[in-house]
């Protein structure tokens, strides 16, 4: 102690209850987000994509017509659950407006200031939802009409035509150019929001779940029956689709 100078010492931060310090990350928790029917249709339907692209290059077209039946099934189910699924299946949803989906991506450069709080789709995503969901329709349709070797002939194709089905297979052809660039856009849009904004769309659409803050509600899932009474009626209308066409 030196004279004339007496001690002094600074005073004790105060410990906040209930607060975080400065510049902490938010709380987040995991939240379940996707259910198994959903995710099951994604990644089966990417690998459907890869297998027509396959069997196309080694002309197994019997595969081709194979893996194309069973992506329509996948379809029909998918627009069904967009009706009678979970909360994040349900088209109703996370059904958007164009200029809401443009607003978005106007601020895709711009860093998150909190933790991501999007439960499912974002507006942009749901349209990139539709936008596949129409290509994969339409590519599938006009390839089991499209005539070739191996497939049987529908009963439309005897009556339909020469130029109306040169057409169908000139769109089939189109589609599946339109459909490539659909899912090179949406690859491109999944790194976007990596880099930029620090959010992983690929791991929750994996196991399902989400990190999310405390004070957002999870969503609600339906019941498994659902899910399995409308895979057998989407591979009973496939199979009906298929034979007449």
């Known amino acids: ?40 249709f994604h990644w089966a339907t990417a690998a459907l994509v890869a297998a027509l692209y396959a069997t196309a290059r080694l002309n197994r077209m019997d595969l081709h017509v194979l893996a194309g039946e069973t ?6 189910f998918r627009i069904l659950w967009g009706f009678f699924g979970g909360q994040t299946a349900r088209f109703a949803r996370f059904a958007s407006s164009p200029a809401s989906a443009l607003r978005h991506l106007a601020h895709l450069a711009r860093p998150e200031p909190e933790p991501d709080r999007t439960v499912g789709h974002n507006q942009a995503g749901a349209w ?20 070739n070797d191996v497939a049987n002939e529908g009963p439309f194709t ?30 491109l849009a999944i790194l976007a929001y990596a880099l930029l904004k620090r959010q992983n769309l690929v791991g929750p659409m994996i196991t399902g779940t989400k990190r999310l803050p405390p004070d957002v509600p999870p969503p609600r899932f339906a019941r498994p029956a659902i899910a399995l009474l409308l895979a057998a009626l989407s591979v009973i209308a496939a199979t009906a689709i298929a034979t007449f066409l």
């Open 1 to 40: 102690m030196i004279p004339g100078f007496p001690l002094r010492f600074a005073p004790r931060p105060r410990k906040m209850h209930g607060m975080s310090p400065p510049n902490a990350p938010a709380a987040t928790r995991p939240v379940a987000v996707w259910d198994l029917p959903t995710r099951l």
């Open 128 to 147: 990139m939802v539709f936008v596949l969901l129409f290509l994969l329709l339409g590519e599938t349709l006009s390839g089991l009409y499209t005539n």
């Open 71 to 76: 992506l329509l099934a996948l379809l029909i």
């Open 158 to 187: 005897e009556i339909t035509p020469a130029p109306v089905a040169n057409a169908i297979t000139d769109l089939h052809t189109i589609l599946w150019d339109a459909l490539l660039a659909a899912i090179a856009l949406h690859l």
